[in-house]
């Protein structure tokens, strides 16, 4: 998937040094909507009809076992 980087980071990024603010950078799916969802990424869209919005939503949150979530 790919994406643009939108905050500063340090260390590795997928065995690679971070990228700075502004790059565009091809990381896998899991990886990539982590970013996304923590606002240090957002998806570029690589179809007319693939957006931010649709991307995020595209892997569900992912929850151990347990008391499901209140509504």
């Known amino acids: ?3 643009r980087i939108t905050e500063a980071g340090s260390g590795l990024l997928d065995n690679r040094p971070f990228p ?4 565009e950078v091809e990381l896998p799916a899991g990886l990539a909507i982590s970013l996304i969802n923590d606002k240090r990424a ?3 869209a690589e179809q ?6 649709t991307a995020a939503v595209a892997a ?3 929850r151990g076992p347990g008391r499901p979530r209140k509504t």
């Open 20 to 23: 700075i603010i502004g790059e």
């Open 42 to 44: 957002e998806a570029v």
């Open 48 to 53: 007319a009809t693939e957006t931010r919005e």
């Open 1 to 3: 998937m790919r994406v």
């Open 60 to 62: 569900p949150e992912k």
